[in-house]
């Protein structure tokens, strides 16, 4: 997630504009948004949301321009579900871990180099906190394949966490359904710096990035955020509701017009940890 590309890339096409409504991306802009990284071919969007190439960009893009021409009125694909979450849909069904899945990953030593230690005490940290919410379901980071082979072609974990050099995020994750070589949480070096990233902190970016590793979509997008304004981005509506809608979620940006009231660090609410219990009881 990053804070500032979409609004920025917005206000310079509103820039002198006066009263004027507010105009869509066009598609070289919202492609200009996406980075694609070197070593697993994503293209990330909206902050953090991998796309796995070009044309599940533009098929992005596609659906923000339906929603956009739409008025900004997004519709889930199951409003009726009144069980502050939502979840990924694959294929129509949750994506979710398996019951009873321990989801391991390994952290680059390689990559991180002097940072390993404090980004493994983070991640840690981060989903030790998932799971005390009681969701069932379990994560075990494997030390011993943290070495040069801690990479998204090792089939001994679930997932891998690696340094990028990214300046349009500061960390980026995954789906439960995404292939293997999808499934990496990326950290960028800049997320080191805490001048950047005004009320966050590393830990809390990283509750949210393993929030999308768990399923969760982004809680910004749902129709009753109702605040949200046109350069809070919007995404695909394959999801569907655990809980009732929780501005201050962990999952909810409260920059780029998202209208979050999340205004410190990104924190597990108390409705976060209800639809992480709904979604792994
Ligand atoms: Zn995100």
Redesign the pocket.
């Known amino acids: 997630?990053k804070w500032l590309n979409l609004a920025l890339l917005l206000s310079l096409g509103l820039v002198g504009c006066g009263q004027e409504a507010p105009v869509p991306f066009t598609w070289d802009e919202f492609r200009a948004t996406a980075e694609q990284d070197p070593i697993n071919g994503n293209y990330y969007y909206d902050?953090?949301?991998p796309a796995p190439d070009l044309d599940g960009l533009r098929a992005a893009y596609d659906e923000y321009l339906a929603d956009f021409d739409a008025g900004q009125t997004i519709t889930a694909s199951d409003p009726g579900d009144e069980q502050a979450l939502i979840v990924n849909l694959a294929n129509g069904t949750s994506d979710r871990w398996a019951d009873g899945t321990t989801v391991t990953y390994c952290v680059s030593k390689k990559s991180f180099g002097a940072q390993y230690g404090q980004v493994v005490a983070h991640v840690e940290a981060a989903l030790g906190e998932w799971e005390s919410t009681g969701a069932n379901v379990h994560y075990t980071h494997v030390v011993a394949e943290d070495g040069n082979g801690c990479n998204n072609r090792n089939s001994r974990v679930t997932f891998n966490v690696r340094q990028t050099r990214s300046t349009s995020y500061y960390a980026a994750?995954f789906f439960p359904s995404y292939a293997r070589t999808s499934r990496e949480l990326l950290i960028s070096t800049i997320s080191y710096n805490t001048q950047n990233l005004g009320p966050w902190t590393l830990r809390g970016i990283l509750r949210?990035?393993l929030g999308?590793s768990l399923g969760f979509r982004?809680e910004h997008i749902r129709p009753e955020n109702t605040s949200r304004q046109a350069t809070c981005s919007t995404e695909n509506t394959s999801w569907a509701a655990l809980t009732p809608y929780d501005s201050a979620s962990v999952?909810h940006y409260p920059h780029n017009g998202c209208a979050g009231t999340n205004t410190g660090d990104l924190e597990i609410t108390a409705l976060d940890g209800e639809g992480a219990r709904a979604l792994y009881p």
Request: hydrophobic letters at 30%; proline letters at 0%; glycine letters at 10%.
């Open positions: 997630m902050g953090d949301q994750a949210h990035e999308h982004h999952m």
